[in-house]
């Protein structure tokens, strides 16, 4: 298990047309050419900020953690979240006048942003599925309780979404970490791990493997939505091992040139 608190990711800015996106790197880094997990959190702080439909060649979440906007014709609000297989082609995105923030979250990283309908040719596989839902956080629990809401049931490949609440100093666990690994995101509160605490925008990386975390809440309780990945199967962009091997310079691929530089 790792931890992430947000205080100590670096920034970046992606300057585009279609509106700057600030892009805070939890694991991995955007754009990055090497392995393993890949996980950001995207500011979209202009009104009408907007990402064009498009697939990547992993499975990922996105979360919703702050501002208001549109996915397609869907609402997006806090704490929405939505999966898509590799694939499958999702957007536009869209931020409100309050802008929108949410994380992208992946076990591989991406070999690009493919434009839709302009990448079509470059899909190697047919779309999959996607899903999408929302976790309501509630506010106070009493010390002691543990909820647990099983917010999207866990297919047969073990992707799955819930949600835990803890009271006030109370530790409590949420699905089964038997697939493909999880992230963990404290939405409100704090958790505690090894003597430090853990404030809301926090990340935790559970990989495959690794046993199911038992979270601490800190002294105001904790509200934390649990996302889970597939198990690796011969089905394209779900299995890490299989992707680590792609030639990433070969494969990278984006619509236009994208502007980056760091950012205070």
Known sequence: MKL??????????VDRA?????????FGVTQNLGVGAQAYLVDMPDE?????????DVDQY????????????????????????????YG????????????????????????????????????????????DLKGDLPSGEVVLEVLEAPDTDGVGV???????????????????????????GSVIYADTHYPPLSLILVEAGDPTPELTAGGEGAEILIVQ???????????PAQLATRDMKALYYLPEKWLREDAE
Not at 18 to 26: D, L, M, S, V
Not at 62 to 71: D, L, P, R
Not at 84 to 89: E, H, M, Q
């Open 4 to 13: 992430v608190s947000p205080e100590t990711t670096d920034t970046m800015l």
């Open 18 to 26: 279609e509106g700057r996106n600030f892009i805070h790197n939890y």
């Open 48 to 56: 009408g900020s907007h990402i064009s439909p498009h697939y990547h």
């Open 62 to 89: 996105q979360v919703v953690v702050a501002g208001s906007g549109t996915i397609g014709p869907h609402p997006l609000r806090p704490v929405t979240f939505q999966y898509a297989d590799a694939f499958t082609p």
């Open 92 to 135: 536009p995105i869209i931020a409100h006048e309050d802008g929108l923030s949410f994380y992208t979250l992946r076990m591989s990283p991406s070999a690009g942003h493919y434009d839709m309908p302009a990448a079509r040719h470059l899909m190697k596989a047919r779309p999959g599925r996607g899903f999408a839902g929302a976790f």
């Open 162 to 188: 819930c949600g835990l609440r803890l009271g006030p100093n109370t530790s409590g666990s949420g699905m089964d970490a038997d697939a493909g690994g999880q992230y963990c995101i404290v939405c409100a």
């Open 229 to 239: 990945f597939p198990r690796a199967t011969a089905r394209l962009g779900s299995d």
